[in-house]
Protein backbone atom coordinates (compact mmCIF):
# COMPACT_ATOMS: atom_id res chain seq x y z
CA UNK A 1 0.00 0.00 0.00
CA UNK A 2 1.39 3.27 -0.73
CA UNK A 3 1.13 6.34 2.27
CA UNK A 4 2.41 9.44 1.48
CA UNK A 5 3.36 7.99 -2.17
CA UNK A 6 5.51 9.59 -5.02
CA UNK A 7 3.57 12.78 -4.61
CA UNK A 8 5.73 13.62 -1.56
CA UNK A 9 8.68 13.43 -3.82
CA UNK A 10 7.75 14.81 -7.24
CA UNK A 11 9.14 18.29 -6.13
CA UNK A 12 13.03 17.88 -5.33
CA UNK A 13 15.74 21.17 -5.90
CA UNK A 14 17.18 17.82 -8.62
CA UNK A 15 13.94 18.11 -10.45
CA UNK A 16 13.88 21.88 -10.96
CA UNK A 17 17.53 21.65 -11.78
CA UNK A 18 17.61 19.06 -14.09
CA UNK A 19 13.56 17.79 -14.94
CA UNK A 20 14.79 14.85 -14.16
CA UNK A 21 13.35 11.67 -12.10
CA UNK A 22 12.69 12.81 -8.66
CA UNK A 23 15.57 12.08 -6.53
CA UNK A 24 14.83 13.43 -3.32
CA UNK A 25 15.18 11.53 -0.11
CA UNK A 26 12.69 11.82 2.67
CA UNK A 27 13.18 12.59 6.17
CA UNK A 28 12.09 8.89 7.15
CA UNK A 29 11.63 5.97 6.00
CA UNK A 30 8.80 4.79 7.71
CA UNK A 31 6.87 7.64 5.35
CA UNK A 32 6.03 4.29 3.71
CA UNK A 33 4.14 3.10 6.09
CA UNK A 34 0.78 3.51 7.34
CA UNK A 35 0.30 5.39 9.91
CA UNK A 36 -1.75 2.35 11.81
CA UNK A 37 2.34 0.81 12.20
CA UNK A 38 3.01 3.76 14.62
CA UNK A 39 -0.29 3.03 16.77
CA UNK A 40 0.44 -0.36 17.12
CA UNK A 41 4.36 0.61 18.45
CA UNK A 42 2.53 2.89 20.63
CA UNK A 43 0.27 0.64 22.01
CA UNK A 44 3.16 -2.31 22.45
CA UNK A 45 5.41 0.77 24.09
CA UNK A 46 2.75 2.74 25.90
CA UNK A 47 3.97 6.10 24.39
CA UNK A 48 2.11 8.29 22.53
CA UNK A 49 4.17 9.27 19.63
CA UNK A 50 3.79 11.61 16.48
CA UNK A 51 4.83 8.82 13.63
CA UNK A 52 7.34 9.68 10.61
CA UNK A 53 7.64 13.07 9.46
CA UNK A 54 9.00 16.56 10.44
CA UNK A 55 7.69 16.41 13.80
CA UNK A 56 8.23 12.90 15.06
CA UNK A 57 11.23 13.86 17.16
CA UNK A 58 9.01 15.71 19.26
CA UNK A 59 7.74 14.56 22.56
CA UNK A 60 4.07 14.07 22.25
CA UNK A 61 2.68 14.63 25.88
CA UNK A 62 1.01 12.04 27.61
CA UNK A 63 -2.60 14.03 27.08
CA UNK A 64 -2.77 13.30 23.55
CA UNK A 65 -5.07 11.39 22.27
CA UNK A 66 -4.88 7.76 21.15
CA UNK A 67 -6.22 6.34 18.18
CA UNK A 68 -7.58 2.98 18.58
CA UNK A 69 -6.33 -0.02 16.52
CA UNK A 70 -7.97 0.71 12.87
CA UNK A 71 -10.01 -2.27 11.93
CA UNK A 72 -7.84 -4.39 9.80
CA UNK A 73 -10.07 -4.46 6.64
CA UNK A 74 -9.17 -0.84 6.13
CA UNK A 75 -5.58 -1.66 6.91
CA UNK A 76 -5.23 -4.14 4.34
CA UNK A 77 -7.34 -2.42 1.71
CA UNK A 78 -5.42 -1.19 -1.68
CA UNK A 79 -5.66 2.41 -2.60
CA UNK A 80 -8.83 1.57 -5.45
CA UNK A 81 -10.49 -0.44 -2.64
CA UNK A 82 -10.45 2.54 -0.45
CA UNK A 83 -11.36 5.20 -3.16
CA UNK A 84 -14.42 3.17 -4.29
CA UNK A 85 -15.28 2.66 -1.32
CA UNK A 86 -14.80 6.34 0.00
CA UNK A 87 -16.65 7.88 -2.82
CA UNK A 88 -19.61 5.42 -2.09
CA UNK A 89 -19.86 6.42 1.34
CA UNK A 90 -19.93 10.35 0.35
CA UNK A 91 -22.60 9.62 -2.07
CA UNK A 92 -24.97 7.55 0.10
CA UNK A 93 -24.15 10.91 2.65
CA UNK A 94 -24.82 13.25 0.36
CA UNK A 95 -24.90 16.64 1.65
CA UNK A 96 -25.54 15.21 5.04
CA UNK A 97 -21.54 15.63 5.73
CA UNK A 98 -18.76 17.68 4.61
CA UNK A 99 -15.06 16.63 4.26
CA UNK A 100 -12.63 19.50 5.05
CA UNK A 101 -8.75 19.13 4.00
CA UNK A 102 -5.84 21.54 4.81
CA UNK A 103 -3.25 22.76 2.83
CA UNK A 104 -0.75 20.47 4.35
CA UNK A 105 -3.02 17.43 4.24
CA UNK A 106 -1.70 14.66 1.50
CA UNK A 107 -3.17 14.01 -2.10
CA UNK A 108 -4.06 11.10 -1.75
CA UNK A 109 -6.85 12.35 1.16
CA UNK A 110 -7.68 15.65 -0.31
CA UNK A 111 -8.70 14.26 -3.60
CA UNK A 112 -11.95 13.96 -1.67
CA UNK A 113 -12.13 16.96 -0.13
CA UNK A 114 -15.06 19.44 -0.42
CA UNK A 115 -13.33 22.64 0.27
CA UNK A 116 -9.22 23.12 1.08
CA UNK A 117 -8.01 25.70 3.12
CA UNK A 118 -6.20 26.90 6.12
CA UNK A 119 -7.72 26.20 9.51
CA UNK A 120 -9.61 29.16 9.70
CA UNK A 121 -10.58 29.45 6.43
CA UNK A 122 -11.77 25.48 6.50
CA UNK A 123 -13.82 26.10 10.08
CA UNK A 124 -15.79 29.03 8.03
CA UNK A 125 -15.99 26.65 5.24
CA UNK A 126 -18.17 24.72 7.37
CA UNK A 127 -20.38 27.52 8.03
CA UNK A 128 -21.52 27.38 4.58
CA UNK A 129 -23.65 24.42 4.93
CA UNK A 130 -25.47 24.33 7.98
CA UNK A 131 -27.44 21.64 6.36
CA UNK A 132 -24.28 18.72 7.42
CA UNK A 133 -24.88 16.82 9.82
CA UNK A 134 -20.90 15.92 9.99
CA UNK A 135 -18.17 17.69 9.59
CA UNK A 136 -15.14 15.53 8.77
CA UNK A 137 -11.97 17.31 9.42
CA UNK A 138 -8.32 16.03 7.88
CA UNK A 139 -6.39 18.61 9.28
CA UNK A 140 -5.19 17.65 13.36
CA UNK A 141 -7.13 17.99 16.49
CA UNK A 142 -7.15 21.67 16.95
CA UNK A 143 -8.52 22.91 13.82
CA UNK A 144 -10.95 20.30 14.31
CA UNK A 145 -12.01 21.88 17.48
CA UNK A 146 -11.97 25.30 15.94
CA UNK A 147 -15.08 23.59 13.99
CA UNK A 148 -16.16 22.82 16.67
CA UNK A 149 -16.43 25.77 18.25
CA UNK A 150 -17.79 27.87 15.22
CA UNK A 151 -20.20 25.21 14.08
CA UNK A 152 -23.79 24.27 15.64
CA UNK A 153 -24.25 21.93 17.96
CA UNK A 154 -26.57 19.54 16.00
CA UNK A 155 -23.02 19.49 14.31
CA UNK A 156 -20.90 16.64 14.62
CA UNK A 157 -17.11 17.41 14.29
CA UNK A 158 -14.90 14.28 13.43
CA UNK A 159 -11.32 13.68 12.94
CA UNK A 160 -10.65 10.66 11.27
CA UNK A 161 -7.19 9.80 13.29
CA UNK A 162 -7.36 10.80 16.93
CA UNK A 163 -3.54 10.57 16.71
CA UNK A 164 -3.51 13.36 14.26
CA UNK A 165 -2.41 16.15 17.02
CA UNK A 166 0.00 19.52 16.58
CA UNK A 167 3.53 19.03 18.36
CA UNK A 168 3.66 22.77 18.05
CA UNK A 169 -0.07 22.94 19.98
CA UNK A 170 1.08 20.65 22.27
CA UNK A 171 4.00 22.48 23.60
CA UNK A 172 1.57 24.76 25.38
CA UNK A 173 -0.86 23.31 27.84
CA UNK A 174 -3.30 24.78 29.79
CA UNK A 175 -1.65 24.23 33.25
CA UNK A 176 1.66 25.64 32.10
CA UNK A 177 0.31 28.84 30.88
CA UNK A 178 -1.97 28.76 34.18
CA UNK A 179 1.76 28.64 35.94
CA UNK A 180 3.45 31.02 33.83
CA UNK A 181 -0.01 34.17 34.29
CA UNK A 182 0.05 33.42 38.08
CA UNK A 183 4.18 34.19 38.24
CA UNK A 184 3.19 37.32 35.68
CA UNK A 185 0.67 38.53 37.76
CA UNK A 186 2.88 38.75 40.63
CA UNK A 187 5.59 40.75 39.19
CA UNK A 188 2.98 42.77 37.33
CA UNK A 189 0.16 42.98 39.80
CA UNK A 190 -2.74 43.64 38.06
CA UNK A 191 -3.57 47.83 37.44
CA UNK A 192 -3.81 49.58 34.30
CA UNK A 193 -0.93 52.16 33.88
CA UNK A 194 -2.01 55.78 33.21
CA UNK A 195 -3.24 55.15 29.63
CA UNK A 196 -5.54 52.29 30.97
CA UNK A 197 -3.45 49.46 29.70
CA UNK A 198 -3.75 46.51 31.79
CA UNK A 199 0.22 44.72 32.54
CA UNK A 200 0.18 42.00 29.92
CA UNK A 201 -2.41 40.68 27.18
CA UNK A 202 -3.02 37.04 26.57
CA UNK A 203 -3.09 36.32 22.58
CA UNK A 204 -2.87 32.77 21.11
CA UNK A 205 -2.16 31.68 17.50
CA UNK A 206 -5.06 29.81 16.07
CA UNK A 207 -2.65 26.35 16.10
CA UNK A 208 -3.56 26.04 20.25
CA UNK A 209 -5.93 24.04 21.75
CA UNK A 210 -9.77 25.34 22.70
CA UNK A 211 -8.44 25.34 26.54
CA UNK A 212 -5.85 28.23 25.66
CA UNK A 213 -8.18 30.16 23.45
CA UNK A 214 -10.20 29.99 26.09
CA UNK A 215 -8.13 30.90 28.27
CA UNK A 216 -7.68 34.47 26.29
CA UNK A 217 -11.23 35.20 25.82
CA UNK A 218 -11.29 34.77 30.21
CA UNK A 219 -8.24 37.10 30.22
CA UNK A 220 -9.11 40.03 28.51
CA UNK A 221 -7.19 38.61 25.38
CA UNK A 222 -7.60 37.36 21.97
CA UNK A 223 -6.59 34.35 18.81
CA UNK A 224 -4.41 35.26 15.68
CA UNK A 225 -3.82 33.64 12.34
CA UNK A 226 -0.90 33.75 10.26
CA UNK A 227 -2.58 36.26 8.48
CA UNK A 228 -3.64 38.51 11.14
CA UNK A 229 -0.81 38.48 13.81
CA UNK A 230 -0.10 42.29 12.69
CA UNK A 231 -3.21 43.76 13.32
CA UNK A 232 -3.87 41.48 16.47
CA UNK A 233 -1.20 42.42 18.15
CA UNK A 234 -1.48 45.86 17.26
CA UNK A 235 -5.01 45.42 19.29
CA UNK A 236 -3.03 43.72 22.21
CA UNK A 237 -0.51 47.21 22.53
CA UNK A 238 -3.50 49.09 22.39
CA UNK A 239 -4.93 47.51 25.37
CA UNK A 240 -1.68 46.23 27.39
CA UNK A 241 1.68 47.05 28.05
CA UNK A 242 2.97 43.92 26.82
CA UNK A 243 1.93 40.60 25.34
CA UNK A 244 2.21 36.92 26.11
CA UNK A 245 2.36 35.17 23.01
CA UNK A 246 2.05 31.70 22.99
CA UNK A 247 2.54 29.09 21.21
CA UNK A 248 4.83 29.98 18.30
CA UNK A 249 8.05 31.86 19.29
CA UNK A 250 8.65 32.37 15.67
CA UNK A 251 5.57 34.00 14.58
CA UNK A 252 5.47 35.98 17.73
CA UNK A 253 9.55 37.13 17.18
CA UNK A 254 8.72 38.09 13.27
CA UNK A 255 5.54 40.02 13.59
CA UNK A 256 6.39 41.73 17.05
CA UNK A 257 10.27 42.81 14.87
CA UNK A 258 8.13 44.40 11.36
CA UNK A 259 6.26 46.08 14.31
CA UNK A 260 9.69 47.75 15.61
CA UNK A 261 9.71 45.77 18.93
CA UNK A 262 13.39 45.46 20.10
CA UNK A 263 14.64 41.64 20.01
CA UNK A 264 15.60 42.30 23.59
CA UNK A 265 12.43 43.38 24.51
CA UNK A 266 11.58 39.97 23.54
CA UNK A 267 12.09 37.40 26.86
CA UNK A 268 11.59 33.52 25.81
CA UNK A 269 9.23 31.57 28.67
CA UNK A 270 10.79 28.00 28.85
CA UNK A 271 7.47 26.85 30.88
CA UNK A 272 10.25 24.00 32.27
CA UNK A 273 11.89 26.72 34.16
CA UNK A 274 10.82 29.01 37.22
CA UNK A 275 10.07 32.59 35.66
CA UNK A 276 10.30 30.84 32.39
CA UNK A 277 14.03 31.24 33.10
CA UNK A 278 13.82 35.16 33.31
CA UNK A 279 14.93 37.83 35.58
CA UNK A 280 12.57 39.79 36.85
CA UNK A 281 14.08 42.87 34.87
CA UNK A 282 13.74 41.58 31.92
CA UNK A 283 10.21 40.69 32.37
CA UNK A 284 9.38 43.98 33.63
CA UNK A 285 11.13 45.67 30.78
CA UNK A 286 9.42 43.21 28.03
CA UNK A 287 7.28 44.22 25.06
CA UNK A 288 6.12 40.38 23.68
CA UNK A 289 6.65 37.50 26.24
CA UNK A 290 7.33 34.16 23.81
CA UNK A 291 6.09 31.16 24.78
CA UNK A 292 9.16 28.49 24.19
CA UNK A 293 7.15 26.84 21.29
CA UNK A 294 7.96 25.95 17.42
CA UNK A 295 6.71 24.40 14.56
CA UNK A 296 8.51 21.19 13.57
CA UNK A 297 8.00 21.51 9.86
CA UNK A 298 9.04 25.52 9.48
CA UNK A 299 12.11 25.17 11.97
CA UNK A 300 13.24 22.93 9.43
CA UNK A 301 14.07 25.30 7.07
CA UNK A 302 17.55 27.41 6.64
CA UNK A 303 19.43 30.53 5.47
CA UNK A 304 21.68 28.12 4.05
CA UNK A 305 18.98 26.51 1.85
CA UNK A 306 18.24 29.94 0.61
CA UNK A 307 21.93 30.69 -0.17
CA UNK A 308 21.67 27.52 -2.29
CA UNK A 309 18.39 28.43 -4.09
CA UNK A 310 19.73 32.02 -4.66
CA UNK A 311 23.22 30.58 -5.92
CA UNK A 312 21.16 28.17 -8.39
CA UNK A 313 18.73 29.94 -9.79
CA UNK A 314 19.40 33.80 -10.01
CA UNK A 315 16.17 35.69 -9.85
CA UNK A 316 14.49 33.07 -7.58
CA UNK A 317 11.37 33.87 -5.45
CA UNK A 318 11.89 33.35 -2.11
CA UNK A 319 8.43 33.07 0.11
CA UNK A 320 8.35 31.64 3.55
CA UNK A 321 5.94 30.95 6.43
CA UNK A 322 6.10 32.93 9.15
CA UNK A 323 6.40 30.16 11.46
CA UNK A 324 9.63 30.21 10.38
CA UNK A 325 13.01 30.89 12.26
CA UNK A 326 13.47 34.66 12.04
CA UNK A 327 16.68 34.57 10.21
CA UNK A 328 15.12 32.82 7.43
CA UNK A 329 12.04 35.18 6.96
CA UNK A 330 14.96 38.14 7.16
CA UNK A 331 16.39 36.16 3.95
CA UNK A 332 13.65 35.27 2.17
CA UNK A 333 11.94 37.93 -0.25
CA UNK A 334 8.71 37.89 1.52
CA UNK A 335 6.94 35.96 3.72
CA UNK A 336 3.02 34.89 4.82
CA UNK A 337 0.47 32.87 5.27
CA UNK A 338 -0.18 29.90 3.48
CA UNK A 339 -3.07 32.17 1.68
CA UNK A 340 -0.40 34.91 1.06
CA UNK A 341 1.86 32.24 -0.10
CA UNK A 342 -0.73 31.04 -3.11
CA UNK A 343 -2.07 34.77 -4.08
CA UNK A 344 1.54 35.87 -4.46
CA UNK A 345 2.00 33.09 -6.99
CA UNK A 346 -0.76 33.34 -8.44
CA UNK A 347 -0.26 36.97 -8.67
CA UNK A 348 2.73 36.38 -10.66
CA UNK A 349 2.04 37.22 -14.87
CA UNK A 350 5.70 35.91 -16.23
CA UNK A 351 7.34 32.54 -15.65
CA UNK A 352 9.12 32.59 -12.82
CA UNK A 353 11.03 30.49 -9.82
CA UNK A 354 9.85 30.40 -6.69
CA UNK A 355 11.52 28.91 -3.57
CA UNK A 356 9.25 28.21 -0.98
CA UNK A 357 9.55 27.33 2.97
CA UNK A 358 6.38 25.89 3.99
CA UNK A 359 5.20 22.01 4.04
CA UNK A 360 5.92 20.09 1.02
CA UNK A 361 2.37 18.70 0.23
CA UNK A 362 1.07 22.30 -0.35
CA UNK A 363 4.57 22.67 -2.38
CA UNK A 364 3.47 20.25 -4.35
CA UNK A 365 0.01 21.30 -5.08
CA UNK A 366 1.06 24.53 -6.14
CA UNK A 367 3.81 23.52 -8.34
CA UNK A 368 1.24 21.52 -10.27
CA UNK A 369 -1.24 23.99 -10.02
CA UNK A 370 1.19 26.62 -11.92
CA UNK A 371 3.36 24.43 -14.25
CA UNK A 372 4.39 27.72 -15.85
CA UNK A 373 6.17 28.73 -13.37
CA UNK A 374 9.17 26.56 -11.36
CA UNK A 375 8.07 25.77 -8.03
CA UNK A 376 10.28 23.58 -4.93
CA UNK A 377 10.47 23.23 -1.67
CA UNK A 378 13.53 24.94 0.07
CA UNK A 379 14.02 21.63 1.79
CA UNK A 380 15.73 19.27 0.13
CA UNK A 381 14.79 16.34 2.46
CA UNK A 382 11.27 15.99 1.57
CA UNK A 383 9.48 15.96 4.95
CA UNK A 384 5.68 16.51 5.45
CA UNK A 385 3.46 17.36 8.79
CA UNK A 386 3.91 13.96 10.91
CA UNK A 387 0.63 15.20 12.30
CA UNK A 388 -1.55 15.97 9.33
CA UNK A 389 0.16 12.49 7.52
CA UNK A 390 -1.62 10.42 10.08
CA UNK A 391 -5.08 10.88 7.71
CA UNK A 392 -4.82 8.09 5.69
CA UNK A 393 -7.90 7.20 3.56
CA UNK A 394 -7.86 4.32 5.93
CA UNK A 395 -8.99 6.40 8.60
CA UNK A 396 -11.64 8.44 6.00
CA UNK A 397 -12.88 5.13 4.63
CA UNK A 398 -13.83 4.34 8.41
CA UNK A 399 -15.20 7.05 9.52
CA UNK A 400 -17.65 7.76 6.47
CA UNK A 401 -18.68 4.21 6.46
CA UNK A 402 -19.76 4.16 9.89
CA UNK A 403 -21.35 7.21 9.60
CA UNK A 404 -23.64 5.65 7.02
CA UNK A 405 -24.04 2.97 9.08
CA UNK A 406 -25.47 5.74 11.56
CA UNK A 407 -22.27 5.88 14.30
CA UNK A 408 -20.35 8.47 14.89
CA UNK A 409 -16.99 7.34 15.56
CA UNK A 410 -14.24 9.81 16.45
CA UNK A 411 -16.42 12.86 17.46
CA UNK A 412 -14.41 15.80 18.44
CA UNK A 413 -16.41 17.76 21.28
CA UNK A 414 -15.42 20.65 23.05
CA UNK A 415 -16.61 21.55 26.53
CA UNK A 416 -19.35 24.42 26.73
CA UNK A 417 -17.77 26.72 28.69
CA UNK A 418 -14.68 26.09 27.21
CA UNK A 419 -16.58 27.15 23.82
CA UNK A 420 -18.22 30.10 25.04
CA UNK A 421 -14.92 32.07 26.18
CA UNK A 422 -12.88 30.63 23.13
CA UNK A 423 -15.98 31.93 21.48
CA UNK A 424 -15.61 35.12 22.76
CA UNK A 425 -11.48 35.85 21.78
CA UNK A 426 -12.00 34.62 18.43
CA UNK A 427 -14.44 37.44 18.13
CA UNK A 428 -12.20 39.80 19.34
CA UNK A 429 -9.90 38.51 16.70
CA UNK A 430 -12.83 38.76 13.43
CA UNK A 431 -13.68 42.60 14.87
CA UNK A 432 -9.65 43.66 15.09
CA UNK A 433 -8.77 46.34 12.29
CA UNK A 434 -5.74 47.23 11.44
S1 LIG B 1 2.70 22.11 10.09
FE1 LIG B 1 3.46 22.54 12.17
S2 LIG B 1 1.95 23.93 13.10
FE2 LIG B 1 0.98 22.98 11.27
S3 LIG B 1 -0.12 21.19 12.09
FE3 LIG B 1 1.92 20.47 11.44
S4 LIG B 1 3.20 20.63 13.34
FE4 LIG B 1 1.33 21.84 13.67
Redesign the pocket.
Known amino acids: MSSVNTAIQLITREQAEKGAAAKGSTCSPALAKGPWDYDLAEALAGVPAYGPG??SADPAPAGTPRQGQLPEEYKRASDAELGERIRAAKAALGERAVILG?F?QRDEVIQYADFVGDSFQLANAALTRPEAEAIIFC??HFMAETADILSTLDQAVILPNLAAG????DMADADSVEECWEQLAEIFGAEPDAEGRVPVIPVTYM?SSAALKAFCGEHGGIVCTSSNAKTVLEWAFQRGQRVLFFP?QHLGRNTAKALGVPLDQMPMWNPRKDLGGNDEQALLDSRVILWHGF????KRFSVAQIDKARADFPGVQVIVHP?CPMEVVDAADSAGSTDFIKKAIAAATEPTTFAIGT?INMVNRLAAEYPQHTIFCLDPVICP????YRIHPGYLAWVLEELVAGRVVNRITVDHNVQANARTALERMLAARP
Open positions: ASHYGVCSMANDCSVHEECSTM
